[in-house]
């Protein structure tokens, strides 16, 4: 079982997010910590890096697992538009 990490930026991000959403996300993130390889929502890896990302309708979260480390950090959460800028 990983830990779940959040940057400042993570943590602003699901601060603006409305409750409901922000709630979810945290949840997934839990189920996706549990047990990473396995999780079967919408969590992908992004082409292009080494990051994953995590989808709740129009947001998203930016996760990088950390497999020495144990650790699911993740890195942004916002709304789609500003998410990969």
């Keep these: 079982m990983y830990s779940v990490a959040f940057k400042k930026t993570a ?4 601060r603006r997010m409305p409750r ?3 709630g979810r996300m945290l949840d997934e993130l839990e189920q996706i910590a549990a047990d990473p390889p396995n999780y079967s929502g919408d969590w992908k890896k992004m ?3 080494g990051y994953w990302r995590l989808r709740i309708g129009r ?5 990088d697992i950390r497999g020495d480390e144990l ?3 993740v890195i942004n959460a916002g709304p789609r538009g500003d998410i990969y800028k």
């Design 47 to 49: 082409t292009g890096s």
């Design 59 to 63: 947001y998203r979260a930016i996760c």
């Design 71 to 73: 650790v699911l950090l």
């Design 11 to 14: 943590i602003k991000g699901l």
């Design 20 to 22: 409901q959403i922000s």
